[in-house]
């Protein structure tokens, strides 16, 4: 069965903290992604990579950089968190569709 | 970029009811899933569906990509099924706001 990975449930950090959120799938997907999930706005796309070593910018890129430097492995950087990224993260992969979730990780920003 | 709606925004129902989620979409779509979030915010595949129909014991689902459109069917609904319903389309990997269902028993 697919399994896609978040390592943290919940997260708390403080302001202007490089933040780490790391997403590990074990279905040799080419495709993953990453979101952020806010009341009333559904999912809205962060970043997303096809290949190792490639990223594409999704909606909402500012404020978050990503890194690809193994197929199983997208990680999300919060270079200097800030309030506003106070959010459930959430991270998928696929192999073309369907997209598979993992669980999320609510990050907290204080 | 493709816009997609939701509608309801939230539903509330007795359990044993049916209902019907709808998700527009303003352009030609390549792909459609919908998903199921629980309660404890895990995001469950429910249905990929570009088109056509497609069942899955009490639920199905239905998409006319030419009218935009994909409906959502729960029949005899469960309090199990409460949560949040979200469409996506993968033009753009664009989801919905999403309709939150409360089954009450």
């Known amino acids: 069965d697919v399994k896609v990975t978040q390592s943290s449930r919940y997260l708390v950090k403080r302001t202007g903290e490089k933040v780490f959120l790391e997403c590990v799938q074990d279905?040799?997907?080419?495709?993953m992604f990453w979101y952020r999930q806010d009341p009333g706005l559904g999912l809205r796309l962060i970043y997303f990579?096809?290949?190792?070593?490639?990223?594409e910018k999704g909606d909402i890129p500012e404020g978050y950089s990503v890194s690809r430097e193994k197929k199983e492995r997208f990680s999300l950087i919060l270079e200097s968190a800030s309030t506003n990224q106070t959010s459930m993260y959430l991270c998928?992969?696929?192999?073309?569709?369907?997209?598979?979730f993992g669980d999320g990780t609510r990050l907290s920003i204080l | 970029g493709i816009q997609v709606e939701q509608s309801p925004p939230d539903l509330i129902l007795q359990e044993g009811a049916n209902s019907t989620l709808r998700c527009n979409f303003s352009d030609s779509v390549n792909n459609l899933q919908w998903f199921h979030q629980n309660p404890w915010g895990q995001l469950i595949n429910l249905f990929y569906?570009?088109?056509g129909t497609k069942q899955n014991g009490r639920l199905s689902a239905t998409t006319v990509a030419t009218e935009r459109y994909s409906l959502l069917y729960i029949s005899s609904s469960q309090t199990t099924d409460s949560g949040v319903y979200f469409c996506a389309v993968y033009n753009d990997m664009r989801f919905g706001a999403g309709t939150r269902l409360t089954v009450k028993p």
């Open positions: 279905m040799d997907h080419e495709n």
């Open positions: 569906i570009p088109s």
């Open positions: 990579s096809y290949d190792v070593k490639m990223k």
């Open positions: 998928a992969s696929s192999l073309g569709q369907p997209q598979h």
